[in-house]
C-alpha cells in the first residue's frame, strides 16, 4: 500500500464527512473559493494541511526516526526539504502559490492563518514565553472562540521530534494586540481543535 493511500485511509477515520467532501474536492484538483470572512476574503485549506502534516508524519516515521543519528545534522537538514517539498506540493500548488515554498518555517506566515474548529465556545492552547534565553510553556488555558482570535501558522510540532512523532500540535503566534500584551504571541494549539485559511 502506497504512502498516499494511507494518507487517505488515516483520514477517512478521523475526518467528518464535511471534511471528506473537501477532501474529494482536492483529490480532483479543487480548491474553495475565495470567501468573506470577518471582512477579509479567505479560502479553506484545512484538508490540504491535515494530508500535509500526515505525509510529513509518515515520512518521518518511515524512513527517518529509525535509523541512526535522526538528530544528526545531516538527517534534519535533509528532512527539511522533503517537508518543504511537502508543504508546496500539497498545499501551494493547489492554491496557485508555490512561489511562497521558502517561507516555510522561516517565520509565523501572516497569509496562512489558524482559527478554532466550528462549535467550539472555547479554544485550548497553551502559551509561550521566553525567560532567560529559555521558551517556557504555560499550562494550558482556555481562549473564547470570538472573531479575535486568530493565529498564524508556523508549523506542525512534536514533543519529542527525533523519535517516532504524531505532530499532535499547531505552533503558531497570535495577532491579537491585547492578548500579545498580556500573554505572549507564540501558541501551542492541538490540531484536532484548528481550521486553516488562506488569507488574501
Not at 512561489?99 to 485550548?124: D, F, H, N, Q
Not at 517556557?136 to 514533543?159: H, T
Request: glycine letters at 6%; charged letters at 25%.
Amino acid at each position: 500500500m502506497g504512502p498516499v493511500m494511507v494518507i487517505r485511509l488515516v483520514l477517512a477515520r478521523s475526518f467528518t464527512t464535511k471534511t471528506l467532501k473537501r477532501a474529494s474536492a482536492f483529490r480532483t484538483g479543487q480548491v474553495a473559493d475565495w470567501r468573506d470572512y470577518e471582512g477579509d476574503q479567505v479560502k479553506d485549506i484545512t484538508t490540504q494541511m491535515f494530508l500535509f502534516k500526515e505525509a510529513v508524519r509518515h515520512s518521518w516515521n518511515t524512513h527517518f526516526a529509525g535509523n541512526n543519528a535522526p538528530e544528526s545534522t545531516e538527517a534534519q537538514d535533509d528532512f527539511s526539504k522533503i517537508e518543504q517539498s511537502l508543504f508546496r506540493t500539497l498545499v501551494l500548488v493547489p492554491c496557485g502559490l508555490k512561489g511562497k515554498t521558502e517561507e516555510y518555517r522561516a517565520a509565523p506566515i501572516p497569509w496562512l492563518i489558524v482559527r478554532p474548529r466550528p462549535g467550539l465556545s472555547e479554544w485550548p492552547v497553551q502559551f509561550g514565553v521566553r525567560e532567560n534565553g529559555n521558551m517556557i510553556w504555560r499550562a494550558r488555558e482556555n481562549l473564547p472562540s470570538l472573531k479575535n482570535v486568530v493565529a498564524e501558522f508556523y508549523d506542525f510540532f512534536d514533543w519529542a521530534p527525533y523519535g517516532y512523532i504524531d505532530l499532535a500540535y499547531v505552533r503558531a503566534r497570535v495577532v491579537d494586540a491585547r492578548l500579545i500584551a498580556s500573554k505572549g504571541s507564540l501558541v501551542f494549539i492541538e490540531h484536532l481543535h484548528c481550521e486553516f485559511y488562506i488569507k488574501e
